[in-house]
């Protein structure tokens, strides 16, 4: 470690010792400080003063050192500070520290005589951090995001996180199971988990990617978590406008070939972004703000669909923090954020007519409450929530929706008969949108945290941070979805029969098959949640640290108006980590940590099971007279229905007693810091989920009427059978499944070097495997629908790379920075599968799940930003971003079916087709004013 002491020129020098910064986890908002004051012996100073001052805290914060000599200063918004120590007969202390969001900055001092009087004394901290949780997480600056070839958005900036890919963190089952916060509040959807709603990059100061190692104030994930904090302002008044512009003309050709694959054209897009920011006081030291408005403009195009998808996304967002007490701070948070999309799922297949409009809009708000007592004790207190408003209106009004399927052959219907001649494509849906929707959900929550500091409580000399608190939560989802026109329709192509001369024996058309008639999904349920924790930072020595703490959470859910809950649960999630330097200059640390972490409960737990809502019957009619009758696709209420068949519902019963899905986890870390700027790492992570839940059927004789079909193996000749129950008499249940499986380990050798002499790096390779049977844990998971659904269903699982590399360098030459994200992922595990002519009938997998992969993908980004003009205070900064620069085209998913579905014994030939590429090479500019 290197300290600086800069001394009046006439005295010697003092003694001063900085020992490298401990960092232990803090709080989802805010960060802490905490060390020791000694004297040059290495006793401890009794009632010394820690002052500690930021352009990010309205006032100072003081702390009076304990007879231990220990000291802690909590609830601190992350950004830059100043610290000064003074103490009767010893020289001013000072210096420069940065607090990071959700960390603890452990800094101790030791202070010459007073002998030296008059003398300042500067610690410079050489910016070596240990933390209890593995390193392997991210915290991204609000300077840092500004480097970063990214698009603007949360879940495409985890992505530079080593484990975390397409959201996906560290083995967790989809984006789903992650938690997403921002300002403390829980921006997780309510339906089925995973990120909801629309973020600026520019409101956040900072923004902290973790969840391997996390203390029990974090929970509701068994991915990962992403936690932003906005803004505050300031003092000085300061502000950014941005604009930013792409254009698909600018993008490159696709570069992948294979012999079937011929990618059908895109329409045109361009994106806009137009954002402004501004902060400053509106009574200095006392009132700060913060405001951001944003519009963007993105065309999204599917790759053979007649025109874009436009989506117009406002977002506004202000705050005020105000300093109410000396002791007690008031902070108000609220933002809006609108989605207005046209021609949502438009297609291949799909014309504009089929499509639907898209409106709707989520406001959220926050209040804080933080509140000191003394220098040892801080209160936060916290009430949030958002309401979100959904509507999707089909674009054909309440005109029942036709689906086509394709001739035999594999052709589709021809404009000429579709009526849609304008349409240079053939399309196999009609008339409608099959559903119309609208959906409101909402979340409260409020919650209360105690941090107090306390030494030689257990041990002569140790130092406690405890923090322990409480959540209450509700959140409500009502969905209402209903089949357009009430019915929807399935229809068949049938294609010409020619006569030897070419000329039409039977001309074409379109036949009947059948109709469903009913209501889609009436769904209004409700979660209450309540949350506990305790939790303790015990510090030891300067070498040794414990964080000891244990999370209890119960979990409700039921129908709205019913007082029973279908779903409750209680859990207990103990978690330990520790932290131990090998060397007396904490420059070598070994970490472990072992935790349990539940899911965050969502609709999709038990939506199914609610009485009286969720999916509601539909039954399914004979339509029309398959053999003479011609389908008028704009017009299918011509042919009447014939007799009804089976009714059908997605009604599944929950098992009574049914536990709480959670993720067991073991870490263990090395991490070794070289000189100033360097730190190497080697994290090895364990995951194993237990209690995870599926569909299962209840009743097997329901097999024995079931449908019995097979088809032949095209590959070995031989005959794969398969029976689906009888959906007239089967039952299923939502229960736990004691052989469901999912495991993940990896191996992540990381190197970090902070910005100095223009550059800085961040590189890492991640060694993974996941592997189990179930790719969810909630009741949507379909393996155990069926004995058939389980051959073959063990193995590698989707969601991971064997192999990942990621490089991030930045480097600053005068008015140029230039930076870029390099990213190489082994292919995902895949399984080829065998399907039958029958919709009824599941897919079966051919082979041992994951027996196959996609090709590596290898992605650069690149980001060159120059300072065009500055005077004084503002800057103006253009801005040019490369995306996928190398022009990579691995195919990111592809067709895995071996057979056709016509022909069940005939080889599929669009085998291995892709279906989707890596984007190609594209650019986007930028401008930023800075004032």
Known sequence: MSCRIVLNPSLIMALVVGVSPILVAQSSTTGALSGTVRDAAGNPIAEAKVRITSSALIGERVAVTTKAGSYQISALPPGKYSVVITAPGFVTGKSPIAVELGQVVNQHFRLAAESLQGAIVEVVADGSKVDPAPSIGRN????????????????????????????????????????YLVDGVNMSDPSAGGSFGYTNPDWFSEIQVGGIGAG???????????????????NTVEGTADAYFSSSSWSSKTTYSHPNFNPPPSPKTEDKDLSVSIGGPIIKDKLWYFFSGEQLISQEATPGAVVPVEL??????????????????????????????TNRGIGLNYPPETCVSQNSGSPTFGLTWTQTFGGATVLTSRLSGFTSYDTRKPNGGDRPSVAVSAASDGSMVPGSLSGLTQWPANFTHFN??????????????????????????????????????????????????HVTGGRSYSAKYIAPVLNPDGSVRTPARISPTSALVGKELALNARI??????????WTLSDRLTLRPGLRFEQFKGRAYGDKSPVWTTSTFAPRFGGTVALTADNRNVLKLHVGRYFDGLSMAYFDRATTGGGYTPRTQYVWGNAATDNVDVHNPEAIPLGAAGPTTTSYSSLQPGIKHPYQDEATASYERAFGQNWTVGLTGIYRNDYD??????????????????????????????????????????????DDAKRTYRSATLSAERRMANSWALSASYTRAQLRGNMTKAWGYNAPFETPSSLYNAEGLLPGFHEHEVKIRPVYKLGRFTFSGIFTYLSGERTTRTLTFNSSNIPALWYAPRGTDKYPSQKNLDLKVAAAVYQKKQTRVEAYVDVFNALNSSAPTAWDDTINTYYNVDTFNANFHKADIIQNPRSIRIGIRLRY
């Open 216 to 234: 029990a104030e974090y929970g509701g994930f068994t991915g990962g978590y992403i936690n932003a904090v906005t803004k505050r302002g300031g």
């Open 692 to 737: 995870m839940i599926a569909r299962v059927l209840t009743n097997p004789a329901a097999m024995a009427t079931g449908t019995w079909l097979y088809t032949i193996d095209p590959f070995t000749k031989l005959p794969v059978g398969a029976v689906y129950p009888d959906p007239a008499t089967a039952t299923w249940a939502i229960k736990n499944v």
């Open 432 to 481: 409608n949108a099959v559903l119309g929707a609208t959906n409101v959900k909402s979340r409260i929550t409020a919650s209360s945290i105690l941090d107090h500091f306390r030494s030689s409580l257990l041990l002569s000399g140790d130092s406690h941070a405890f923090r322990g608190g409480f959540e209450w939560e509700q959140a409500s989802d009502e969905q209402n979805e």
């Open 140 to 179: 991204i600056t609000y300077e840092a995001l500004e480097n970063i070839s990214a698009n603007r958005s949360l879940n495409e900036l985890i992505n530079i996180t080593p484990g975390i890919n397409n959201g996906v963190a560290w083995g967790g089952a989809q984006g789903n199971v992650n938690a």
């Open 312 to 341: 117009k996304n406002p977002r506004l967002m202000g705050k005020l923090t105000y300093q109410v007490l000396p002791s007690a701070t008031l902070e108000a948070f609220f933002s809006w954020t609108g989605v207005y999309r």
């Open 528 to 537: 209450d949640r309540l949350m506990l924790f305790v939790q303790d930072t």
